[in-house]
């Protein structure tokens, strides 16, 4: 339920934003003093938690970006040099990272798409049950609450042939589906899905949730049907909440990397390949700090740009819905 | 107050026991940690207890058993000699990560004279493989090499060459399949490897020069040849040795070259009451590793692991001797016995035992004192990536441009900047 809160937050925090800016000026002005020494005592409470986080996250990622503009590999403890963005130019000219970034680019929209139908659907039944809401709620709620790691082993030992699995002797295969490129797709596509759809749903439950029944009564006076009220009346007004699911899953979805690499046998079927393995595999495997840096820097980049589009389309949309509401 | 009674006793408790752990570690024992890849047998920390009892108080090995994988074995070493870890004294290390360890700094060349007490009675593949740039770097635990599997109701009389079996196998009816491990992994490596070796060639001359005369081509030609002929298995692309071991067992092959463990593995299956796996156990026969050239003796590959001493363990000189004590005929018999791997020491396949856990046991000497060690350079890890993402799928080689594309890439793996 924690998680559907803090979903909730940014779409919260937008409205009183806009709330408080339209009738802002005139209020601000009128701060008293203790209200001033209420929002100074309210930043050195924030102050610590804040300083913490910017060490552990701020420091880790300009120690990236200053190593991935040097040649450093700990194999050659002796040979660091400054080399500029040398290593940029050698992953965005090699045909390997293109083709990782094709693959997680293509893993991330199949599975949130199917995640966000599936989610939908869930999130429908959630918010409608009658008798033993929480039951439900609950139980979908379980692959989410595995460990990602974990619940790829159980994939693996259900699907692999050499493993025991039981899938291939239900289906009938000959061959070991993780032993084929379109197999270990298949298997990571739905072990995904499997595993994040209750987010998802949560995440739209709570918009759900700020959709009144009203609305969809006197909808159903006017002689709407379901499926109209669905796409005219809930969807419109969860937009906000569909957007906020879809960020959360794609940049998630975007960082790929247990589910990958534990299936095509830690990494080793280099057509399953995604950003996320491949600097992982450059950074671990090979050694190489500088590569493998620039590599996580990419793919921060590419994140980074993601949430930038999403929450672009989010302030339009808020911003829509506020004048359209005016 | 009772609670701050128990937890100051326990401070005191603690603090006793580190006094205590202080105390032995300044004393005359000192403890050597060892680290490496467990066997299911048990048989590291056997000879681990054996060589503490026997130095005399001069050391007590503790075994730090890591994972099972060698990736993950060296990825675990690695991340913490790089950052300079004195909690390890003895690391296993797989014989193709000498060069990269020494490089790095991360291991000491053994002393003079401990290392001409180990390279005594030691086999030439497996010393080989422990050395880099002249110096010793490891203590060879045990070794390996593939020999070639046939089954006798199938084939009489094997050739001697990949043109010879390859030719054999395409033309038998039913069954006709050759097994080799063409996944795209580090048994990809293996192989062209050793078929540039035997072709009477290397891949690199030096650590960082290549070397792409006419036996990298010759290498390249067996591969593709095999991968287009009727006798390749459908899965080659996928194929690593445990399931060619598998297919092999289940009759669907002719041919298979492998490492020796394929011989208990067989066995088992049909003690188990695996029918096919007895009847292909019964027929089962061995041969040295099949040539390139026919006038040209084969190199088959050398796999095993070396025991090497990190530079930064706070005992050198008793990590040294704890070294040389697990590579001793005494602990390296305990290896055969309990896991049968195979021993570096020439005499210990004397041994009447040796010979009835190897029935092939001639072959594996032979092949051990002739066999050819993969690339000895700090970027091997660059190297074999080269090799076996341009090599697998086998299908690749037989491509026309398939040399110019595997020359390109081992020159990326071999230039400072890396491949990806």
Known sequence: MSTSASAAGPVATRGTEGAAAESGPPKRKALTERARAERKLGWMLVAPAALVMIAVTGYPILYAIYLSLQRSDLRFPNDTAFVGLSNYIAILGSSRWWTDLFHTVLLTAITVSIELVLGMMLALVMHRAIFGRGLVRTTALIPYGIVTVVAAFAWRLAFSQAEGGFVPKALGLSTDPLNSTIGIWITAILAEVWKTTPFMALLLLAGLALVSDELHEAAKVDGATAWQRFWRITVPLMKPAILVALLFRTLDAFRIFDTVFILSNSGVNRNVETVSVLSYNTLLTRLNLGLGSALSVLVFVCVALLAAVYIALLGKDTIASGTGAE | ?420
């Open chain 2, 1 to 420: 107050m009772r609670l701050v009674t128990a937890s100051l006793s326990t401070v005191i408790v603690v603090l006793a026991l580190a006094a205590c752990g202080g105390s032995s570690s300044s004393g005359k024992t000192a403890t050597i940690n060892v680290w490496a890849g467990t066997q299911p047998g048990g048989s590291f920390q056997d000879a681990a207890k054996q060589c503490s009892a026997s130095s005399n108080g001069a050391y007590t090995i503790k075994f730090n058993a890591l994972a099972n994988n060698p990736d993950a074995q060296r990825q675990s070493l690695v991340r913490r000699l790089a950052a300079k870890d004195s909690s390890i004294d003895i690391v296993g290390m797989d014989v193709v990560w000498t060069a990269e360890f020494a490089e790095a700094g991360w291991i000491k060349p053994f002393p003079t004279a401990v290392a001409d007490r180990v390279r005594t009675g030691m086999l030439q593949g497996p010393v080989q493989t422990a050395t880099y740039k002249g110096r010793l770097y490891g203590a060879p635990g045990n070794s390996n090499t593939q020999l070639l599997w046939y089954r006798k109701d199938l084939v009489s009389r094997p050739a001697d060459t990949w043109d010879g079996l390859i030719k054999q196998a395409s033309a038998l009816p039913k069954a006709g399949r050759f097994e080799i491990a063409g996944a795209a992994a580090e048994n990809t490596t293996v192989w062209f490897n050793a078929l540039v070796a035997s072709a009477g060639g290397k891949i690199l001359s030096g650590p960082r020069t290549p070397n792409f005369g006419p036996p990298v081509q010759e290498a390249v030609r067996v591969m593709g040849e095999l991968a287009d002929s009727k006798a390749a298995d459908p899965s080659l692309a996928q194929q690593k040795e445990d399931q060619n071991r598998l297919a092999f067992q289940s009759g669907q092959a002719a041919f298979m070259v492998n490492w020796p463990f394929v011989y208990p593995s067989i066995k088992t299956a049909a003690e188990g009451g695996d029918k096919t796996a007895k009847q292909v156990l019964d027929n089962l026969g061995w041969m040295p590793y099949p040539r390139v050239n026919a006038n040209e003796p084969a190199k088959g590959p050398i796999g095993g692991f070396n025991w090497g001493v990190s530079s930064y363990g706070k005992h050198k000189a008793q990590a040294f001797a704890a070294a040389a004590c697990l590579a001793s005929a005494r602990s390296q018999k305990i290896y055969l016995d309990k896991d049968g791997l195979a021993p570096t020491i020439s005499a210990i396949y004397d041994d009447k035992k040796t010979q009835g856990i190897y029935p092939f046991y001639g072959l594996i000497r032979k092949g051990l004192e002739t066999g050819a060690p993969r690339p000895s350079t700090p970027a091997y890890s660059d190297v074999s990536l080269a090799i076996y993402s341009t090599l697998s799928p086998t299908s690749n080689a037989a491509k026309p441009n398939a040399l110019d594309e595997l020359r390109k890439n081992i020159k990326t793996a071999l230039s400072p900047k890396g491949v990806l």
